[in-house]
């Protein structure tokens, strides 16, 4: 058998399924690489040194900028009042990723560890809401959130036992949480 008959029946051989993963997968990391060059030229334009990381999870790209204790004062002004500026950049990425690529992205961006210390945060919100209703029985509105947070607090409320949901519209738009039961 040939080399091309070979590498012909190589490549039958795999599932279909297992392409489609490999196809993610390579979009995934062309997704991070798209997104760490956008964001490279805009830390250069705007004369800030930062470090870029870019990491996969849960079939996400999350991408953080750090950098050396002198930097990150300036790299916290990317960050904005609470967040954003950080979330209008993190747009802009999503932007430029799906402008190279066709397809949307769902990455996340991180500066400063901002997002990773909100998520903490976040927590203790969702923790201290779920014991109020525990406590009170009523229902308890949170304060308005971007998209991203609002999962974070979903899942934090579900894995406590409580019930939320999100209402409102735009910048408006908060989570209510409540028993589980009602």
Known sequence: ??????????????????????????????????????????????????????????????????????DEASLRRLIGSKGEVLDSLQELTRLAVLT?????????????GYRQGR???????????????????????LEPMSAYERKLVHDCVGSLGMHSESEGEGPRRHIVVSRADS
């Open 1 to 70: 058998m040939s080399n091309v008959e070979q590498s012909d029946a190589i490549e039958t051989a795999i599932p279909a399924e297992e392409t489609d993963v490999l196809d993610a997968a390579s979009s995934i990391e062309e997704e991070g690489d798209i997104a760490a060059d956008y964001l490279e030229e805009l830390l250069d334009i705007a004369d800030l040194d930062g470090d870029i990381d870019i990491e996969v999870r849960g079939g996400r790209t999350y991408i953080s900028i750090a950098g050396e204790p002198e």
């Open 100 to 112: 190279a690529t066709g397809n949307r992205s769902r990455l996340v961006l991180d500066i400063t």
């Open 119 to 141: 998520a903490g945060e976040l927590k203790r919100i969702a923790e201290e809401a779920v014991a109020k209703v525990e406590s009170t029985g009523d229902d308890v509105a």
